[in-house]
């Protein structure tokens, strides 16, 4: 059975850091490219961040271009996310995922009809 599992969320101020992971099994993780997706309070999905299979190519959504890192461990099917000068508005319930398809420019569509989600992690960014 195919799963992902979140954690390392929680507390921190403005200004501060974070590094979320996530534990895949249950299918080919290494020809997998993964992302990072986020939902804030009240609003829609929000992809913030892809990696190929590899790990040697990555994209991000430009309100967290230089903040945020996403990285791979293939060997241990593991997804990572460092997130350094967190803003309030980071606040929210983080999410990995397999691609869905297409290109960065329809991918918060997509997913709108993905439909392999784990628990995800709450990020809450307060002073």
Do not use: H
């Not at 080919?28 to 609003?43: D, E, I």
């Amino acid at each position: 059975e195919e799963s992902l599992v979140e954690s390392g969320g929680g507390l921190v101020q403005p200004g501060g850091s974070l590094r979320l992971s996530c534990a895949a099994s249950g299918f080919t993780f290494r020809k997998s490219p993964m992302t990072w997706v986020r939902q804030a309070p009240g609003k829609g999905l929000e992809w913030v961040s892809v990696i190929n299979d590899g790990g040697s190519s990555t994209s991000y959504t430009d309100s967290v271009k230089g903040r945020f890192t996403i990285s791979r461990d293939n060997a241990k099917n593991m997804l990572y996310l460092q997130m350094i000068s967190l803003k309030p508005d980071d606040t929210a319930v983080y999410y990995c995922a397999k691609w869905p398809g297409g290109t960065i420019a329809d991918v918060n569509a997509r997913y709108r009809e993905y439909d392999f989600w784990g628990r995800g992690t709450q990020v809450t960014v307060s002073s």
